[in-house]
């Protein structure tokens, strides 16, 4: 099945390919990164991008 969780899936792969390229960074920027992906993810699991 192709639905599977286990699965990459091109939005899995862009994620971890943002989080490696978000820990190779400095710490402060490494910190403002990862707040703005946290402010990116709570908004789409909240509903702010049903369009």
């Given at each position: 099945m192709s639905?599977?969780?286990t699965e990459p899936t091109t939005e899995t792969d862009?994620?971890?390919s943002?989080?490696?390229v978000i820990?190779?960074?400095p710490l402060e920027s490494?910190?403002?990164a990862y707040t703005?992906?946290?402010d990116e993810l709570q908004?789409?699991?909240e509903g702010?991008?049903?369009a």
């Open positions: 639905d599977s969780p862009a994620l971890l943002r989080l490696l820990d190779d960074q490494r910190a403002a703005q992906l946290h908004h789409r699991l702010g991008d049903s």
